[in-house]
Nanobody
Framework: QVQLVESGGGLVQPGGSLRLSCAASGSIFTINTMGWYRQAPGKEREWVAF???????NYADSVKGRFTISRDNAKNTVYLQMNSLKPEDTAVYYC?????????????WGQGTQVTVSS
């Protein structure tokens, strides 16, 4: 059983910054990747960024250069620093833990945190 709890969302003006956090607890295994996804109203959920345990990262083109993902393995926590926010970044942001367990990949999701970019 895994629990993922996101925090840090809110309302910010265009050009502003927010930092999201996602703390994982429960059955966490060593082979895993943590990532962020987002879903805007009326749109499908899309991938934003991910990071593996060794710190390798990857970003969607839409956020590259503006968002930074990081993690603290000791705390099983992943962060998303979002700078130069745009109205089109408005969405519910979800944390995902993707880990190898019992011979297969298993995904767990957080409940989501709302990010609204508006003047």
């Amino acid at each position: 059983q895994v629990q993922l709890v996101e925090s840090g969302g809110g309302l910010v003006q265009p050009g502003g910054s927010l930092r999201l956090s996602c703390a994982a607890s429960g059955s966490i295994f060593t082979i895993n990747t943590m990532g962020w996804y987002r879903q805007a109203p009326g749109k499908e959920r899309e991938w934003v960024a991910f990071i593996n345990r060794s710190g390798s990262t990857n970003y969607a083109d839409s956020v590259k250069g503006r968002f930074t993902i990081s993690r603290d393995n000791a705390k099983n926590t992943v962060y998303l620093q979002m700078n130069s926010l745009k109205p089109e970044d408005t969405a519910v942001y979800y944390c995902k833990l993707h880990q190898w367990y019992s011979g297969r990949w298993v995904d767990d999701w957080g409940q989501g945190t709302q990010v609204t970019v508006s003047s």
